[in-house]
């Protein structure tokens, strides 16, 4: 999914019958996790063959992952959702041109997973969120055409560091490019000004870049692969509007 998210935001051709092939290949989603069960979603919509996708066997098996508490959660069987899981489920909705069933109770499950530092946490309860989760509540709560959280919005936009990109907590110190990218994409959706930042986050992206055209995830990475190039290219996108 990330190699087609990658080649989609270079404008380059996709490979779409090799692909579909590949697809066609995964037609029970009994089989797949949750995390595969939506990137399937996503990957018939980036060729545009939604409509050939099975829809109602990808949905049912997102369903299987429903919480008591109206979210979703990765995990089987868990007692809450996460934002996370949130954000992938509703994507794969959308992917797949389906409507989201109780959006209501999806909002209150991201409620109960907001932190007492005001960014939201990976489980209920935590004193400290997370930019990651974070990011994901703050763009499912976009979608599903809410007002703005701007405390959310607030407490990303505090994590984003003098060396240029943004942390993954209050206290990491170093900077790392999935929450470089998530944090652009939300405070973006949110309308919030990225210009004072822009130039110090462009350089941090640089940074990460080697000239095989890849991207590391942070400064401590020594392996560049298809899903932080990815990233990189989201940051890249949000930088340069």
């Known amino acids: 999914v990330f190699g087609l998210e990658a080649l989609t935001a270079l404008r380059r051709d996709l490979p779409a019958p090799a692909v579909r092939r590949f697809l066609e290949r995964h037609e029970d989603p009994a089989e797949l996790d949750f995390v595969h069960t939506a990137c399937l979603a996503r990957c018939w919509a980036d060729i545009g063959a939604a409509s050939d996708a099975p829809a109602q066997a990808l949905l ?66 935590v004193p400290t969120g997370l930019t990651p989760p974070t990011a ?17 919005a607030a407490w990303l936009r505090a994590r984003h560091l003098p060396a240029g990109g943004f942390c993954a907590s209050p206290s990491t110190p170093m900077p790392d490019l999935l929450s470089t990218a998530t944090a652009l994409h939300a405070l973006a959706g949110a309308h919030a000004p990225l210009e004072p ?4 986050c462009l350089d941090f992206v640089d940074s990460l870049w080697s000239n095989s055209g890849g991207f590391y995830g942070s400064w401590g990475d020594d392996v560049q692969d298809c899903e932080y190039t990815f990233y990189a290219l989201l940051a890249l996108g949000h930088l340069s509007l």
């Open 197 to 200: 930042i822009r130039e110090p």
């Open 60 to 125: 049912a098996r997102l369903e299987s992952f429903r919480t008591p508490d109206g979210g979703y959660s990765p995990t089987d069987g868990a007692d809450h959702g996460t934002a996370y899981g949130c954000f992938l489920a509703l994507g794969a909705y959308e992917d797949l041109g389906a409507a989201l069933e109780n959006p209501d109770r999806l909002l209150a499950c991201l409620a109960t997973l907001r932190a007492a530092d005001g960014g939201y946490g990976n489980r209920p309860g």
């Open 136 to 152: 994901a509540a703050v763009t499912v709560q976009r979608r599903l055409s809410r007002p703005a959280d701007r405390e959310a």
